[in-house]
């Protein structure tokens, strides 16, 4: 039961869409302006397979546009630097032609100089194909960032997905209606008649091998179905990957996920998540009428979130073993969680005398409440200061 957008959907951008396209534009701002300034980077390759209208009918612009926003914005930072610009392709695609004609032409009146702009008018299967056989030809020191925004799921495999990530230079932003696929998915494993429910069961085998508890246990709720999900994207933790949810109404629920090879992607992903929500770092909701409370829930909802990550710090450090400051770094990422975040539990873990600093040989170390948790230091000082059971 593949999902179809209704007509007012295509044509406006509702709060649950923009939601979606403020997390793909905070990402995308980042990736551009790392790959922009290093020099380990030789060109960078965007890809929107569901590129939409361009421009809504309520003056909203779509995720094409945005694009080329964001390029012309970090274009300016590095000119201002006096940095060279990286080139740049930007590869456009949508099954609906009037889309893709009126896209062209919005951007073609607004290139950016650095930029190379192509234009596909294929369906889905046909343009994945294409991309994947574009990113995995591309040069190692070229960088891919692929937007996968569909109507629906029926052109989603693992390996369609597989294909695009397996060089290790492509990073992936995936938009599934997460509650549509969860509602049926039950019905879709065990009644195997219905054409229908095909696609989804098409999707659930590709992700999920039969001994799997998605084919044997339901679910409990959407969130475990997002988390499922997510987990089945880093294909066997070969890659990392993070989610956030979207609500577009109540009880109905989208999902952004997102695939990379590199840490430092997804150090930036993460504080984009948490830059939208900076109370939970999850997801989206719809706003809902202001109450006199409405702070105080929230400093409990945050405090909820960093007991959480204290809980998954100090099981990890109780193990009895030193742990790196590397490693608290990445352990926190994976748990969708930033560096400040493992800071503040680190400071209130060694405030409680959980935990202390020490040096590889355990001696006590006074680190002056600095840990190190960056990328810079995960890559070239992964044991400057580590932590013990106190």
């Known amino acids: 039961m593949a999902v179809q957008r209704k007509q007012e959907t295509k044509e406006n951008v509702y709060p649950h869409s923009q939601a979606k ?10 990736y551009l302006k790392v790959l922009s300034l290093t020099p380990y980077c030789s060109k960078i390759n965007l890809f929107d397979i569901f590129c939409g209208i361009g421009v809504y009918k309520d003056g909203n612009i779509g995720s094409p546009i945005i694009t080329n926003n964001c390029i012309r914005e970090t274009n300016e930072v590095i000119q201002n630097l006096g940095k060279q610009l990286k080139p740049i392709t930007v590869t456009i695609n949508d099954y609906e032609e009037d889309k893709i004609n009126n896209v062209q032409a919005i951007l073609e009146a607004n290139k950016n100089n650095n930029c190379v702009y192509e234009y596909f008018n294929k369906d ?14 591309f040069k ?7 937007f996968i925004d569909p109507y629906g799921y029926s052109h989603i495999t693992s390996n369609k997905i597989y294909d695009l990530i397996k060089n290790e230079h492509t990073e992936i932003i995936l938009f599934l209606p997460v509650m549509q696929m969860y509602r049926f998915a039950d019905i879709a494993l065990t009644d195997t008649e ?3 429910y095909e696609d989804l069961r098409k999707f659930i085998f590709s992700f999920f091998p039969s001994t799997h508890k998605i084919h044997s246990d339901k679910l409990s709720n959407v969130f475990e179905f997002i988390h499922e999900i997510k987990q089945a994207l880093s294909f066997d933790n070969k890659f990392y990957t993070c989610s956030h949810y979207i609500e577009r109404g ?7 996920f997102f695939i ?13 998540k948490w830059k939208l929500d900076p109370v939970k770092g999850k997801g989206f909701t719809q706003k809902k009428a202001p109450t006199l409370f409405d702070t105080e829930f929230e400093e409990t909802d945050n405090k909820r979130e960093l007991e959480f990550l204290k809980e998954i710090l100090f099981s990890f450090i109780k193990q009895g073993r030193i742990v790196t ?18 800071k503040a539990v680190l400071d209130d873990l060694i405030k409680h005398k959980k935990i202390e600093p020490c040096d ?31």
């Open 325 to 342: 400051n590397a490693e608290i770094y990445e352990l926190s990422l994976v748990n969708e969680f930033r560096a400040t975040h493992a």
């Open 260 to 272: 990379t090879s590199n840490l430092y992607g997804l150090d930036k992903m993460v504080e984009a």
């Open 140 to 146: 190692t020191s070229e960088r891919s960032l692929v």
């Open 21 to 30: 396209l403020d997390l793909y534009k905070n990402y995308l701002l980042h």
């Open 360 to 390: 590889l040989q355990g001696n006590y170390l006074d680190t002056a409440g600095a840990y190190y948790l960056d990328y810079n230091n995960y890559k070239k000082s992964p044991n400057k200061v580590n932590f013990k059971i106190k």
């Open 124 to 137: 889905a299967d046909n343009m994945l194909d294409i991309v994947a056989s574009k990113v995995n030809s």
């Open 250 to 256: 109540k009880n109905n629920y989208y999902a952004l």
């Open 194 to 196: 219905r054409a229908c």
